[in-house]
């Protein structure tokens, strides 16, 4: 499919613009259309293209839209993936900075670190377990540069995968020593539950969403690699993150992850 190179200009410097003025913006679909797919990810390359001419560095990638539940959240019908940089790693901090973000929301998932690359061969299951050293829970805060979440499947695409920040727990294990699709997962909120899953929720087994981002990330030209992190998809419904509320997460074997956001916007 030919890409409408204007197009991609247009929608990526809306974008831009929203990241700048930290403000959110109309959605890009209406440039790119609904169903230009490939352009939607021609934007996402060109943002990431811009961060990297500024000294960003990538440290994996995330799948989007893996659950059912988040799929109907906003009406999309695929998964997504988008790039990961070093600077959305917020475990160290102990405030998530509300300030980075726009309109947050959160997910627990199953974060994996990949001790070789995937970038040749079937890519098939036994290979992708293979090239994981070790999972950790996780809370992916999604964020949309779109005002009011109101995102297509290009939208989200475009917006590299609707991604904002994300926290790493420091429980690691193996693949030896536990089975993603069989985990469950309960979130809270300021200590009131408020979403629930299981690793079957993620496309059916999280190993299988790695395999499906390991494939389209190939054809992309962008393999994965040893060293990345890759935020697997969200185990159940995600939940609003505005400025002081507290998140944590249990998923079985793993164990917790929590997320205090910063109390103001201009802190």
């Not at 790039?83 to 475990?91: G, H, I, N, Q, R």
């Amino acid at each position: 499919m030919t890409v409408d190179s204007n197009a991609v200009a247009r929608a990526a410097a809306r974008l831009a613009e929203a990241v700048e003025l930290s403000r959110a913006v109309a959605p890009v679909r209406d440039v790119l259309g609904t169903q230009d797919i490939d352009a939607a990810y021609a934007v996402q390359q060109e943002l990431i293209r811009r961060r990297l001419s500024a000294g960003a560095v990538v440290v994996g990638r995330k799948i989007g839209l893996t659950s059912p539940a988040v799929q109907r959240q906003l009406g999309v019908d695929q998964p997504d993936f988008g790039v990961l940089f070093a600077d959305m790693d917020v475990s160290a901090e102990p405030e998530v900075p509300s300030v980075r973000l726009l309109q947050p929301k959160a997910e627990a998932e199953i974060a994996f670190v990949l001790k070789s690359d995937l970038a040749v061969g079937d890519l098939g299951p036994q290979q992708v377990r293979d090239a994981v050293d070790y999972a950790v829970a996780a809370l992916e805060i999604v964020d949309s540069r779109i005002a009011d979440w109101d995102i297509s499947l290009a939208d989200t695409v475009a917006d590299n995968a609707s991604s904002g920040l994300f926290v790493l727990a420091g429980r690691r294990l193996t693949l030896d020593e536990f089975e993603p699709r069989e985990t469950s997962m309960r979130m809270y909120a300021d200590d009131v539950l408020v979403s629930e899953g299981s690793g079957a929720a993620c496309l059916g087994d999280p190993l299988a969403a790695l395999a499906w981002l390991a494939r389209t990330a190939r054809e992309f030209g962008e393999p994965l690699r040893a060293g990345q992190v890759v935020l697997s998809g969200a185990l159940g419904p995600m939940v609003p993150a505005p400025p002081g509320t507290r998140i944590r997460a249990e998923i079985t074997s793993l164990g917790e992850v929590t997320a205090a956001f910063s109390e103001k916007r201009d802190a």
